[in-house]
Structure formats: C-alpha cells, structure tokens
C-alpha cells in the first residue's frame, strides 16, 4: 500500500504562485507514475499534470500547459506542483494521485488533497 500527503495549498490573488507537494510513503516501488488531479464544485475531475518516476516524462493538461509544472524529488520520493500565473478558474480541491499505466487512467492510490483558492 501506499499513503500520499499533499500540502502546500492556500490562497492568492490572480497572477501569483503556489508550490503542492506531495510525498508518498509505504511501497512505492509498486507505483510508476504519480499526477495531480483538480475538482472544483459542481465540476467534474481534471487531470492536471502528471510525472513518470523513472523516466521523468511529464504531461500536462491542456489548461495548465505552460503556467504550471511538475516536478520529483526520488530522494525524497515527493512530487511538486509549481503553480504560476494563478487564474480563479484554477480554484478547486487538488489531489495527488499515484499508480501505474497511463497518468489520466490512476485511481488506485489518493491524497486527501489540499485547497487552492484563487481571488
């Protein structure tokens, strides 16, 4: 099993930044990708970005793509969401996610998610 804690949320006007982390613990040999998903109220869930642990590769969602980025600390087996240029439209519940196989498709390890408010 594995257990994933994000941190980092708050809130911030337009245009400024925030950084998610998210460390996992437990048996993370197992999981091969972790990712960052959003549901703001009334909405459905969103892929944000997602990290591929051994091969570094990174995907982002269309309406994140080039305001945030995704990164991995294996040392410290975290992954971190820098968040820039912050829009309202960005306020919404994050999660992190953790697992194998295609970054969109994980649902089988969950945070308990932290708030982004945007004003």
């Known amino acids: 099993h594995v257990q994933l804690v994000e941190s980092g949320g708050g809130s911030v006007q337009a245009g400024g930044s925030l950084r998610l982390s998210c460390k996992a613990s437990g048996d993370t040999v197992s999981i091969d990708c972790m990712a960052w998903f959003r549901q703001a109220p009334g909405k459905g869930r969103e892929g944000v970005a997602g990290i591929y642990i051994k091969g570094g590769g990174t995907y982002y969602g269309h309406s994140v793509n080039g305001r945030f980025t995704i990164s991995q600390d294996n040392v410290k087996n975290t992954v971190y969401l820098q968040m820039d240029s912050l829009k309202p439209e960005d306020t919404a519940m994050y999660y992190c996610?953790?697992?194998?196989?295609?970054?969109?498709?994980?649902?089988?390890?969950w945070g308990q998610g932290t708030q982004v408010t945007v004003s």
């Open positions: 996610a953790a697992g194998s196989g295609w970054w969109l498709l994980l649902d089988k390890y």
